[in-house]
Nanobody, 122 residues
Framework: VQLQASGGGMVQPGGSLRLSCAASGSIFNISAMGWYRQAPGNQRELVATINSAATTSYADSVKGRFSISRDSAKKTVYLQMDSLKPEDTAVYYC?????????????????WGRGTQVTVSS
């Protein structure tokens, strides 16, 4: 199972970016998916999550500015980031709780994608 994130970059304050993260491999089911971020010198923190029923939750710092969504058929999670602030600068990581097939059995593990850099600066 692999998670491939894309969409990071540099943007001015007030700008927007859209992150995508696609899962691939012998996947039976994906329950929760989410985005986390880590700024230099800080611990990794939760940004937003979405479960299989499309119920979402957000960190207080991004509520009203970020929106998480998913396309279950494409095994992809998105993060639309609007009204970006310099304090949003961080490496963003996607995470998925994956049930996968190995042989005749099912296993469940969390998987992380490689980070994608988001820089908000004028």
């Amino acid at each position: 199972v692999q998670l491939q994130a894309s969409g990071g970059g540099m943007v001015q304050p007030g700008g927007s970016l859209r992150l995508s993260c696609a899962a691939s491999g012998s996947i039976f089911n994906i329950s929760a998916m989410g985005w986390y971020r880590q700024a230099p010198g800080n611990q990794r923190e939760l940004v937003a999550t979405i479960n299989s029923a499309a119920t979402t939750s957000y960190a207080d710092s991004v509520k009203g500015r970020f929106s998480i969504s998913r396309d279950s058929a494409k095994k992809t999670v998105y993060l639309q980031m609007d009204s970006l602030k310099p304090e949003d600068t961080a490496v963003y990581y996607c995470k998925a709780d994956v049930t996968y097939i190995r042989g005749m059995s099912l296993y469940k593990n969390p998987y992380w994608g490689r980070g994608t850099q988001v820089t908000v600066s004028s």
